[in-house]
Every structure is written in C-alpha cells, then in structure tokens.
C-alpha cells in the first residue's frame, strides 16, 4: 500500500511539533518538511541576539537532530507557492512537491504598514540573521563614534513597544555598560528610547505591570515613549506625532529598529489564499476552509478563541499546541476518525526585560514580576526546546541559570 505523503512546510515551532508526533505516532507516512534554513530557531529570542547578550547558536539548532531518517526526508530549501486544488508545492530548485496533506506552518515577517522609509532606513528582525545584523549595526555605530563622536551613533530608537520591542529595550538596557565600553563612553551616554503610536503599553497585562515594566527600564536608563504614531523614517531619523497634541516629534538614532508588528509569510499571498496580513483565518481544527487536506498554522494562522471572540495572539506557546492538535487530527483523519478542535489554556504569560526582571500573568491570573517572573521565562523557554528538540537540544540550549 502506497504510503500517505505529508509536507510540513516550516521548521518553527508549530512544523517541528507536528514533525515530532506524526513521527512517533503515525504509521506508513511519508513526511516532507523544508525549512530554508539547515537549523530551527528560537524566534522568541530573537531580541537576545540584537541586543548582544548571546550567539545566534545559543538560539538555533540542526533541524537534523530531530528528522528521523526512512520517515522523514528534509529538503533545505524556499518554498515559493502553495496550490491546494492541484495539491502541489512549488520549491525553489527542487520538483514540485505533492502531498495527501499538508501543514503549513512558514512564520512571520516584520511589518512596517507601507510607512515611508521603515524598509530602507530601519533594521527589522524577524530572523537569525537579521537579529544579528541589528547588532552588527550598532556595534558598528559605537566603534566609528570613538573617531567620530557623532552622537547619534549612541542612540538607539526601537519602533514600537509591543513584546519584542520591549524585550529588545530590556535585554539592551541590561548591556549598557558592555555598549559604553566599545564606545569608549560612560553608560549615562549610551540612549535607549523605545516609542509607540498605542495611549498605553502591553495591553495583555494589568496596568500595574505594565507601569512596572516602564518604571524599572527607566532606572536602567532605557526610555519608554506611549502616543507616538511614528509616520516616517528618515537617514537616521524616526518622525512621529504625539497623538495628544498633534506635535510632530523627530527622534534621531543611529541605530533604528523596527519591531511594530508581524504578519505572516508571503508565501500566502502569493498562493492567492485568502487572509488578512498573511493570516488565514482557519477552522477550529486548523484546516483550511477550502480544504480539509491543508492545515495552517502558528503565525499564517488565525484561530478564533470562542472566550474573547477575537483570534487567538501569535506566540510560541500556541504555535506548540497547534502543532500537537494539526498532527493529530491528520492521524485521526487518515484512520477515518473525527479530529478534535483547538483549544489553549494558557499556563502564563511572561515579558522579559532583561535576563533577570520580567513581568508575567500565570494562567490563574497570578501576577509575577522581577527575578521570579524571569525564572518562569526561562522555564516556558527550555519547556519549547524539550518538546521540539528533545531532552538533547533543552540541554545544550536552554536556559538554567534561573537564580541570579
Ligand atoms: P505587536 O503587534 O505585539 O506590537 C507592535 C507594537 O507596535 C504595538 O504596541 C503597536 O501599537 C506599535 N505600533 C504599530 N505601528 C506603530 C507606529 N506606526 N508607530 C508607533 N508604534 C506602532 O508586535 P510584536 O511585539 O512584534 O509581537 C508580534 C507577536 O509575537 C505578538 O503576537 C506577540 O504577542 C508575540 N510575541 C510574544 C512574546 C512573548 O510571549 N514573550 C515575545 C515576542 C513576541
């Protein structure tokens, strides 16, 4: 009997979740997966490496160490198009591939709205390599600067106060010593500014932790703007206007990085499948509703929450459970079962702001801050590494210096 094809198009948390149980539960499967990178990454901690605090490796691992051989074939390469009626996936350099189900699970990409000059003149970060070309570019900043002293080259404008843009602040604010030094400056000097359009900050959390979370990056000497739509970026210049008095504001840095939202792969839009920034609004299931072969998933996919009546948000920890739920109800599907529908209890909510402080919600709406709220950070951290990479890749990455 021929064997049922599964693509699993993205190495991601969502795609390795899936790979990792169809691979230890489902039987007389052929499984696909292409990711066009050789390694999976840790997207969640991309803002480490911008900010310098650790290596890309500290974040990526070999997608090898998880593909298991006569099961799994991994094809290192970009997918271009997905046709769902003729079941194909175009490949660049490679067959089309085709499959009796697929699962789509391609990541994000940074954002920038269409607003003038954020694609030229400011540093996305929405992968390995990116991340570390923000820091490249600083670093690069703060060494002219000792010939130089051009004093923007010690100021930093990070677009955008949403999670990334305020654990980039943290994680930065934590370094400001390490930044003077190759500058050749005192830390006081170094300045970190982060700005955003929305009244107030991480509207997920009470306001009273957010309110912390500002308090204590001020202390560090890292600032936090609220009511800045930023409408343009220049050469080294962010304008924005304050949304209160209709001022128009100019912010110049050196170094400007945009972290004002995602939206998912393109490879949707150039599929011609309908979604609403590259997000696909999906079953309750996680397929497709126009076909019940494809799944989609962790940030192509929007997936209503009957609780709030609004999709659930794109992070981590549900890119994981989708993972589990898709896989498992392709098993249930091809043994001609009913699958079961997606549902996310969350077990907390952490935003770092630096290795040692964070603000975090529990599930039962505890709230936590400070070293034990980081402590849980690297806990929800090192549990994603286990359950994509193994007991292996949670030992060589993971985070274990919880206590200080
Ligand atoms: P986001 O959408 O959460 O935040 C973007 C911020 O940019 C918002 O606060 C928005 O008001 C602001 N903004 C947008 N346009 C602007 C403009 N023109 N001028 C000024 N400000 C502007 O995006 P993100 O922080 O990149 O996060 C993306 C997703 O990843 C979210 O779903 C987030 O929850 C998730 N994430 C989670 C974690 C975590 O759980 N620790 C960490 C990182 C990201």
Redesign the pocket.
């Known amino acids: 009997m021929a064997k049922t094809k599964i693509g699993i198009l993205g190495a991601g948390y969502a795609g390795l979740l899936a790979l990792k149980v169809l691979q230890s539960k489902a039987k007389d499967v052929e499984i696909t997966l292409i990711d066009r990178n050789s390694y999976h990454n840790e997207a969640?901690d991309y803002?480490e490496v911008a900010a310098g605090s650790v290596n890309a490796d500290k974040i990526t691992y070999q997608i090898a160490d998880v593909v298991k051989p006569g099961i799994t074939n991994f094809i290192q390469a970009t997918v271009t198009k997905i046709d769902k009626e003729a079941k194909t996936v175009e490949i660049e350099g490679h067959e089309p591939m085709t499959f009796d189900y697929l699962i789509v699970a391609l990541g994000?990409r940074?954002e920038t709205?269409g607003?003038k000059g954020a694609t030229e003149f400011a540093l996305p970060m929405d992968d390995v390599e990116s991340s570390e070309a923000v820091y490249k570019h600083f670093i690069a900043k703060l060494e002219d600067y000792r010939t130089s002293k051009k004093p923007d080259n010690l100021k930093v404008l990070i677009?955008?106060?949403?999670?990334?843009?305020?654990?980039l602040l943290g994680a930065m604010a934590e370094n400001k010593a390490k930044y003077a030094k190759i500058a050749g400056v005192t830390p006081d000097d170094i300045e970190l500014t982060c700005?955003?359009?929305?009244p107030s900050?991480?509207p997920?959390f009470p306001s009273d932790l957010a309110d912390y979370a500002v308090k204590r990056l001020a202390k560090r000497g890292a600032k936090v703007y609220t009511s800045?739509?930023?409408?343009e970026v220049k050469d080294g210049v962010v304008v924005?206007q304050n949304m209160e008095t209709k001022e128009i504001i100019e912010f110049p840095a050196g170094t400007i990085i945009w972290?004002?939202?995602?939206s998912g792969s393109d490879v949707i839009a150039n599929s011609g499948i309908e979604a609403r920034r590259n997000r696909v609004m999906v079953t309750s299931q996680l397929k497709d509703p126009e076909n019940d072969k494809v799944y989609i998933l962790g940030?192509v996919a929007a997936v209503m929450d009957a609780e709030s009546g609004r999709p659930y948000?794109?992070?981590?920890?549900i890119a994981l459970v989708m993972g589990h739920v898709a896989a498992m109800n392709i098993i249930a599907d091809m043994n001609g079962q009913e699958g079961e529908d997606f549902k996310y209890v969350s077990q907390g909510?952490?935003?770092?702001l630096g290795n040692t402080d964070a603000i975090g919600v529990l599930g039962n709406g505890t709230k936590v801050k400070g070293y034990v709220a980081s402590a849980l950070?690297k806990i929800i951290m090192n549990k994603s590494l286990w359950e994509t990479g193994g007991v292996k890749e949670m030992l060589a990455k993971g985070r274990f210096d919880l206590y200080h």
């Open positions: 969640t803002h994000f940074s709205f607003i677009a955008g106060a949403g999670f990334t843009g305020m654990e700005i955003d359009a929305a900050l991480l997920m800045r739509g930023i409408n924005a972290t004002t939202g995602v940030d948000p794109t992070t981590a920890q909510t952490v935003c770092s950070k």
